[in-house]
């Protein structure tokens, strides 16, 4: 996602599963094609990435573009985690959480 975003910062920029793939492919944390593909597909489903369908070489690709930034990913994620945690600790107050003691 960081990459995806970087390539963004200037403006709407896509990028297909192969690209993803051979960005990783050299990283210290190298993922499986499947794997990279999987994640894509997720990160739709969660409404982080949205996609539009290509015609190409061997039938249609898609490719993705980031549907949130990365701060606005940041606070829902952060949003979802504190939900949650509420959930699980009923007891605990938010303001003790972030308090000196």
Known sequence: MEHIWGLNSEGRVGITSSQ????L??????KSRASVISF???????GVLS????SGKG????VYYPEMTKEEFGKRTFRG???KAM???????????????
């Open 51 to 54: 996609y539009k369908e290509r």
């Open 87 to 101: 959930q699980v600790f009923p007891w605990v107050k938010i303001s003790d959480v972030f308090s000196e003691n």
């Open 81 to 83: 985690i504190v939900k």
């Open 59 to 62: 039938g249609y690709h898609r």
């Open 40 to 46: 894509l597909n997720e990160m739709v489903d969660e």
């Open 20 to 23: 993803a793939y051979s960005f």
């Open 25 to 30: 492919h050299n990283h210290p944390d190298k």
